[in-house]
């Protein structure tokens, strides 16, 4: 039987006189520095003060040892050996969760050829929990948090001070160092520790950390020191090593794969639809096929709609200055001063709206101070802007022009104040990546009816109901023309224009699409009456529309016949519980049913400060998708940096 050994590499004396340094690479930072090289992070900021602040240039030489002394540079870590392959320097990895062969050869960087070489049984092999072979200096080198196998038996290797002669290694049997943590034990914090992920991991909440830690939400989380915590019945073993840390549980849980990424994380990441290819995702998103299986090493199993895709690191966000109160700032254009009333009405039902949001997050616990501004209007807001403390602002709400929302942005751009638009959008807006668009963009609702209508296409002619201005109906036109080859597209300005087409061979009726663009009721009940009239003449009519009209409910069996398909962007579910609590709560307090206004006003606010801590971190609960009582919030973080909803309903008539 092989026996197994731990080889621990103690690199010798480094030379008399002679001054230590260290080149910063790509993922250093102080704290793993100094544990490299076992000294504090006071001797390593006494001999490098420009590090005192965390800021590390790539390239960077640091001082590590002082000239004339003797230091010791131990290499810690430890990876399972056999005799025949020692001089290899092999090691052992534990399988996670999810983890896959393609996988394992892009993060370590191993060809699949010589993994399977150092694991021949390696197909019947692949369970969590099962020990994989790979170059020891592999590990090391790409490892991460990735659980290595250690064995309780060390070689420990002394270097000959002052001979030539070799010296035998001496073999010490040394248990290994682990710190238990239990229900009443601490923790050592590490580099790369958050509070999401210590609650995951410890099945406590954030409150619970700071009860067990006073002190702790003032000075945050100190790589290094040690915390109480508190885990259920669960025991966990944390092994006291250094680069990799890894921590052994009793159930292992991956930490780099799709189903373990939240909202919390600080990636960017995306939620898989149907009719998604991996191409379209790389353009979407401007990166490359290499980035994207480094961060989803499972993706090499293929992309199946409903998976969660890492794309990139978030950008450095909103920092809170300090506190626990939520400083809030909405600015509404109510022209008090300008003597301007034309959007006072719609500013008021907002703020309606609004404040009953308010008043239901205080009730559960949120210190909010929030503040109302008059925003003027487009030509006098910027004297609105001096009434934001730019200093102690954690949120803005508003304004509702696009001029407007461009100079707050302009305003707090040193300070990255999340800035949240209920109505402006347009590509001008889209590069600012601490802003917040609520309103859900006409293409967006204009790609989801190409989509619609690619899957039940089949050379019918194609009608197109345009509205005033042409332009949401030509951009449709021309994606339809560029999705469907050869296809026959007419734009009209009226539902009467709409014929059904003649089959060449019969001479009878043929059915065609029709797409309903113009949102106005009356548009909606002239395309309502032509549809229902054609398919009483023919089978098989495909209508769609693209905005939601009160007609569409009173004649749903009707419209059923055409096979009606209509997105929606705001509509209260008055049989839903959240509704109707909200609904009563409003007339309580205004004796009336909410307008369409206080509705979006109630909406906004409400969706924003459910998505708030206490440390402001916004952008961290952006991927949450939230139905509030009549819009549906579903951000998503373009290319060029801000969050844009696309949260919409598509509503289905389907005939009996």
Do not use: W
């Amino acid at each position: 039987m092989k026996k197994l050994f731990i080889f621990s590499s103690l690199i010798a004396l480094s030379a008399v006189y002679a001054q230590k340094t260290h080149t910063v690479v790509k993922g250093d930072n102080p704290y793993n520095i100094s544990k490299r090289y076992g000294m504090t992070m006071d001797e390593l900021v006494m001999l490098n003060p420009k590090v005192k602040g965390g800021n590390l240039a790539l390239g960077e030489v640091l001082v590590i040892s002082k000239s004339g002394k003797t230091e010791k540079a131990a290499s810690t870590e430890k990876v399972v050996l056999t005799p025949s392959s020692a001089s290899g320097k092999l090691g052992k990895i534990v399988l996670q969760p999810k983890q896959t062969i393609y996988g394992i050869t892009k993060q370590y960087q191993i060809s699949e050829t010589e993994l399977r070489r150092l694991n021949p049984e390696l197909d019947s092999h692949m369970k969590i929990g099962d020990e994989v072979t790979l170059p020891a200096e592999s590990i090391k080198k790409f490892g991460g948090n990735q659980a290595v196998a250690v064995s309780p038996i060390e070689v420990k290797t002394e270097v000959a001070k002052k001979t030539q002669t070799p010296v035998k290694p001496e073999i010490l049997v040394e248990k290994e160092k682990v710190a238990q943590v239990s229900n009443e034990d601490s923790y050592e914090i590490q580099a790369k520790d958050n509070y999401y992920k210590l609650s995951r991991k410890f099945n406590l909440s954030q409150a619970d950390l700071f009860a067990l830690n006073p002190g702790l939400e003032a000075k945050g989380l100190q790589p290094g020191e040690f915390i109480k915590i508190k885990g259920g019945s669960k025991t966990v073993a944390a092994v006291v090593s250094s680069e990799p840390k890894t921590t052994e549980v009793s159930n292992p849980v991956s930490t780099n794969t799709y189903s373990d990424i939240s909202s919390s994380d600080d990636y960017v990441t995306y939620t898989v639809a149907n009719g998604d290819t991996v191409f379209g995702i790389l353009n979407k998103f401007g990166i490359t096929l290499d980035d994207l299986l480094t961060l989803n090493p499972n993706l090499s199993q293929g992309l199946k709609s409903g998976m969660v895709l890492k794309i990139k690191k978030l950008s450095a966000a909103y920092i809170k200055k300090s506190g626990d109160m939520l400083n809030v700032v909405i600015m509404l254009p109510f022209g008090f001063d300008t003597n301007d009333s034309k959007y006072r009405t719609m500013s008021l039902d907002f703020l309606a709206g609004a404040k009953l949001a308010i008043e239901r997050n205080a009730a559960k616990g949120q210190k909010l101070d929030v503040i109302v501004i008059d925003a003027g209007n487009e030509a006098s807001f910027k004297n609105s802007l001096v009434q934001i403390n730019a200093k102690n602002t954690d949120l803005i709400i508003g304004p509702f022009f696009k001029s407007s929302v461009l100079q707050v942005l302009d305003y707090v751009k040193d300070t990255k104040i999340p800035v949240v638009a209920p109505f402006a959008n347009s590509d001008e807006l889209l590069k600012y990546d601490n802003l917040i668009l609520v309103e859900t963009n006409d293409a967006v609702y204009s790609d989801r009816i190409v989509k619609e209508v690619k899957d039940v296409y089949s050379d019918q002619k194609i009608y197109i109901v345009a509205d005033a201005d042409k332009s949401k109906a030509t951009y449709l036109k021309n994606r339809l023309e560029k999705e469907l080859k050869n296809s026959v597209v007419v734009m009209v300005n009226s539902s009467q224009d709409i014929q059904l087409d003649k089959n060449m061979m019969t001479g009878k009726s043929a059915p065609v699409i029709a797409i309903l663009v113009d949102d106005s009721d009356s548009a909606g009940d002239a395309f309502a009456n032509k549809m229902i009239a054609l398919s009483k003449e023919v089978e098989n009519l495909k209508a769609f529309s693209m905005s939601y009209s009160p007609v569409f409910e009173k004649k749903v069996d009707e419209l059923s016949q055409a096979n009606l398909v209509y997105l929606m962007d705001r509509k209260i579910n008055t049989d839903g519980d959240f509704e109707k609590e909200i609904l009563a709560d409003f007339k309580k307090k205004y004796c009336k049913t909410p307008s369409k206004y206080a509705v979006i006003g109630f909406d906004v606010v409400n969706d924003m400060l459910s998505r708030e801590n206490k440390k402001g971190e916004i952008f961290k609960q952006m991927n949450k998708v939230q139905t509030q009582l009549a819009t549906k919030f579903e951000f998503e973080k373009t290319k060029s940096g801000a969050y844009v909803n696309k949260g919409y309903r598509v509503v289905r008539l389907v005939p009996n």
